[in-house]
């Protein structure tokens, strides 16, 4: 196939999972928004899809150059190795948006192109120095989203919540949490939306001979519009999820206020340092930190134990995924 059209049909897979990213994390923005009946439906996604593509040109590029030079070698990647690691991490996602669990689009990349690594060059196929280091960053963001939202909650219980009824306080909450949720859509597409133009740079750097990948403003536009679009299609399975099953009761605007906090500021930490981390398990755990602030009895442990096990298979089922897309992509002569 001619080198320019398949990196054409590669950018457009790349950007069907950025796409697939903004849907499928929607409820990272705006599930505590609308359970908490702080903003409508539509409103808040509406929102949500505006931050997310705003947030890709605030916070620079450093997570896309570590996802574009940390986990593929340079000197054995190829467009079809990547496009198999997408065509991967996308077939996870659309599985657990089928089953409602809110895992990783992170760590479904990472997995498929890991996957896609191996089954193209073997163990040398991947880069473990660098892949060390991204996956270190996707393990401690979670413990620092329950940190944050429990003492996040803890501070707002002790020293506003506790001075004022409870209906002054939610009518509070529900106001300041517009902002809370708008500022993790901002964080979210910082982060994620980088992830797609680290891929996409590695397309056009390999079709262009370049020696590394460069990120060129178009593909921050490409990106930005992708997630943004994504988003306001609104996975609603995953919404539901985070609304209403982590915890046996609905979440008060404080809880989600807290939550959303929590989120947004581990995400843009890890944006401004270049850590690619999952706005998706961030949230997640700043939401079980926040139920945790009223004892451990109060969470639905039959459902946080089904997003965990999502979690533990992400790396792995991407990856497996994403080996058979290479070997399909290899068996169809692309």
Known sequence: MDPFILMVIAILVALAFDMMNGFHDTANSVATVIYTKALPPQVAISIAALMNMIGPFL???????????????????????????????????????????????????????????????????????????????????????????????????????????????????????ILSSAAVSLSHGSNDAQKTMGIIAMFVAVTYGHSEPIIETWMIIACALAIGLGTAMGGWRIIRTLGERIGKEELSPSQGFAAETATALTIAVGSHIGAPISTTHVLSSSVVGTVMSGGTGVLNKKVVLNILMAWVLTIPVAAIAAALSYYVLMLVGI
């Open 59 to 177: 916070l620079g590029t450093a997570v896309a150059k570590v996802i574009a030079t940390s986990i593929i070698p340079s000197e054995f990647l190829t467009i079809e190795m990547v496009m198999a690691g997408l065509m991967g991490a996308i077939l996870w996602d659309l599985l657990t948006w089928w089953y409602g669990l809110p895992v990783s689009s992170s760590h479904a990349l990472i997995g498929g192109l890991v996957g896609s690594g191996l089954a193209a060059i073997g163990f040398a196929g991947v880069k473990w120095s660098g892949l060390t280091k991204v996956i270190l960053a996707l393990l401690v963001s979670p413990v620092v989203g329950v940190v944050l939202g429990l003492v996040f909650m803890l501070i707002i219980g002790r020293y506003v919540i506790s001075r004022m009824d409870k209906q002054k306080s939610n009518s509070i909450f529900k106001k300041i949490q």
